[in-house]
């Protein structure tokens, strides 16, 4: 309940333009939650088994049943239990997921302060905890994507990439979305190859100034005195020149 005056406060300020109040408010939001428990392996297959077939993890626990015996011993395990002891161990699992529920959206929702206060390394940040959570969050997906393209470096790039391509396999983004999400990743490819070029360029440059250092060093050359010629047969061989 704590959790949820804070958000409801969060929510307000981001309302009317305050970021930062919002961004403190979500804070103590998810410091008032309970511990976060590790998930368990079946909680974990599912995600698995989710994320690998583009579903939500509740449309995945169904299959997940039908492939694993581990569901089948929950249930198992559930019926042995008393109709007392089976409510209080509803109502714990009830609890939980609404704290886990709550949990991704109060970092989805950080995420989303963060973007309007143009930190898109934070905004990344706070998607990456919500992804954690829920690996196929929609908003945070986006979130995630418009917060990677915004840090321009070919690997944020190559996640921006990742991640729109997934909300465009996913069944519940709205089919008039889809367009725009098709542009965008258009417009983001296009920068992930420029991105990808200009950090190889850099990396040759380094390389062609240490191997300078070395040769001008020990024998008065530089690479420059080298030339790569490709061969008939696909490779390359080196030629040297004064």
Not at 75 to 95: G, H, K, M, N
Not at 119 to 133: F, G, Q, S, V
Not at 214 to 223: D, E, H
Request: proline fraction near 5%; charged fraction near 35%.
């Amino acid at each position: 309940e704590e959790a949820q005056q804070f958000k409801l406060a969060a929510n307000t300020a981001f309302e009317r333009g305050d970021y930062e109040a919002a961004i403190s408010e979500y804070r103590d939001a998810l410091a008032s939650l309970p511990p976060r428990e590790p998930m368990s392996e079946t909680e974990t297959q599912q995600e698995n088994e989710a994320e690998r077939r583009n579903a939500t993890p509740a449309q995945a626990s169904a299959s997940l049943r039908e492939l694993t015996p581990l569901e089948q011993q929950e249930e198992e395990r559930l019926a042995a239990l008393t109709p007392s002891q089976r409510l209080v161990e509803e109502e714990r699992a009830r609890s939980e997921r609404e704290v886990h529920s709550l949990r991704t959206t109060l970092w989805s929702n950080l995420a989303a302060c963060e973007l309007k206060a143009r930190r898109w390394e934070r905004a990344k940040e706070a998607c990456d905890e919500a992804l954690t959570l829920e690996p196929l969050h929609l908003k945070s997906l986006h979130r995630r994507a418009t917060a990677c393209e915004e840090v321009g470096s070919y690997s944020s790039l190559c996640t921006a990439c990742e991640d729109l391509t997934a909300l465009l396999k996913h069944p519940g983004v709205p089919p008039t979305f889809r367009p725009t999400l098709r542009s965008t990743l258009a417009r983001v490819e296009k920068k992930k190859a420029t991105a990808g070029e200009k950090e190889r360029d850099e990396m040759l440059g380094k390389l062609k100034g240490l191997g300078d250092k070395v040769l001008g060093g020990l024998f008065g050359l530089s690479t420059d005195n080298f030339k790569f010629e490709k061969n008939e047969d696909g490779g390359y061989g080196v030629q040297f020149r004064r």
